[in-house]
Nanobody, 124 residues
Framework: QVQLVESGGGSVQAGGSLRLSCAAS????????MGWFRHASGKEREFVAA????????IYGDPVKGRFTISRDNARNTMYLQMNSLKPEDTVAYYC?????????????????WGQGTQVTVSS
C-alpha cells in the first residue's frame, strides 16, 4: 500500500507561483497513475490534473489549463504540480492521489490512495 505526502503549499499573491510535491512510499510508484485534486470544505472534490505511469499521457481540468503543469519523477517516487499565474479562486487544499489500475482518470472515486492535503492560499 502506497503512502502519499504532499508538500509545497503556502501563501502567495495573485499572479505568483507555487510548486507542490507528492512523495510516495511503500509501493511501486511507477505502476500508479497519479492525480491532483483540490477540495474546498462543503464542495465536491475537483479534478486538477492527472499523469500516466510513464508520464506520456497528461490531462488537466479546464480551470487550470495553461497555468498548471503536472510531472513525475519515477526515480524519486515523486509527483509535482507547478502552479503559475495563481488566482484567488485557486485557494483551497490540494490532494495527490494514486490509482493502482491502468488508465488515466479524472474521477476521484477511481483513485485508491490519497495524501493528507496541502493548503494553497492566493491573495488578491
Amino acid at each position: 500500500q502506497v503512502q502519499l505526502v504532499e508538500s509545497g503549499g503556502g501563501s502567495v499573491q495573485a499572479g505568483g507561483s507555487l510548486r507542490l510535491s507528492c512523495a510516495a512510499s511503500g509501493g511501486p510508484f511507477s505502476t500508479y497513475t497519479m492525480g491532483w485534486f483540490r477540495h474546498a470544505s462543503g464542495k465536491e472534490r475537483e479534478f486538477v490534473a492527472a499523469i500516466s505511469r510513464s508520464g506520456s499521457n497528461i490531462i488537466y481540468g479546464d480551470p487550470v489549463k495553461g497555468r498548471f503543469t503536472i510531472s513525475r519523477d519515477n526515480a524519486r517516487n515523486t509527483m509535482y504540480l507547478q502552479m503559475n499565474s495563481l488566482k484567488p479562486e485557486d485557494t483551497v487544499a490540494y490532494y495527490c492521489a494514486a490509482r493502482a489500475r491502468p488508465g488515466i482518470s479524472i474521477n476521484a472515486v477511481e483513485y485508491d490512495y490519497w495524501g493528507q492535503g496541502t493548503q494553497v492560499t492566493v491573495s488578491s
